[in-house]
């Protein structure tokens, strides 16, 4: 791995931790920021991890000792693909690409109205579009729009319907972008829109963030760069 791609990874894994912090901020948990990774020690909100490795080679033992191993669903982002977990009852979920894009216009235009959240009905609007009927769209809190390093991303249609988003997370060097979703044509309809409200938001700011499978190939096709693995480890 380049030096450029070993700087960009370790930029993206720290400001997915601190979305992860801010999402379990919003739920009234606390968390820990350490020299080789955040952690919970309570169970976070469900699709997030308990610990987000910051550097290579964290050591397993103390890295399962931080969190709730004994709760159900108990995960690690191992941030580099570099842990063995097993001894700790862990087994890998899924492995990704952490991604990256320079600060740049998208491409195409998008032919939404994009806009941030800026209110709980709004907000509401925004989960419930994301959650598609999946019964999940309580994990985006009230509390989320009091977090000024977030901003959730809203595209209209033109009766004012919100039909596609993601979740910008602003850090000192990079802005993530994470829960990319359109309801018609999945991520790639939505990367257009995402990527001019983040540049229009965010003008110097390089974006990154991780996908897998399609989503990976969607986000490829509107210039991002895969740039090092992850690993999700699931306990149990």
């Not at 802005?175 to 001019?196: C, K, Q, R, T, Y």
Request: charged fraction near 20%.
């Amino acid at each position: 791995m380049t030096t450029s791609k070993q700087f960009m990874v370790r930029a993206a894994a720290r400001n997915n931790a601190e979305w992860c912090a801010a999402m379990s901020r919003a739920h009234g948990l606390v968390s820990e920021f350490g020299p080789e990774a955040w952690a919970a020690p309570a169970r976070t909100p469900r699709y997030y991890p308990d610990a987000v490795t910051l550097a290579p080679g964290a050591g397993p033992a103390v890295l399962a000792a931080r969190i709730d191993t004994t709760a159900p669903g108990a995960s690690v982002k191992d941030s580099f693909a570099d842990l063995d977990l097993t001894a700790a009852g862990f087994q890998v979920l899924f492995e990704a690409q952490w991604i990256h894009r320079a600060a740049s216009a998208p491409a195409t235009a998008s032919d939404l109205a994009w806009g941030v959240a800026d209110a709980p009905d709004t907000l509401r609007a925004w989960a419930l579009a994301w959650d598609d009927g999946d019964g999940d769209a309580d994990l985006f809190r009230p509390e989320l729009l009091d977090d000024p390093a977030t901003s959730v991303l809203c595209g209209r249609d033109a009766g004012g319907r919100v039909v596609a988003g993601a979740v910008a997370s602003r850090s000192d060097q990079v802005v993530g972008i994470s829960n990319v979703f359109a309801s018609d044509g999945g991520p790639h309809a939505a990367w257009p829109g995402v990527l001019e409200a983040v540049h229009r938001l965010f003008p110097g700011l390089p974006v990154v963030g991780y996908e897998h499978g399609a989503g990976l190939e969607a986000a490829v096709r509107h210039g991002f760069e895969p740039v090092g693995p992850l690993r999700i480890w699931l306990h149990g």
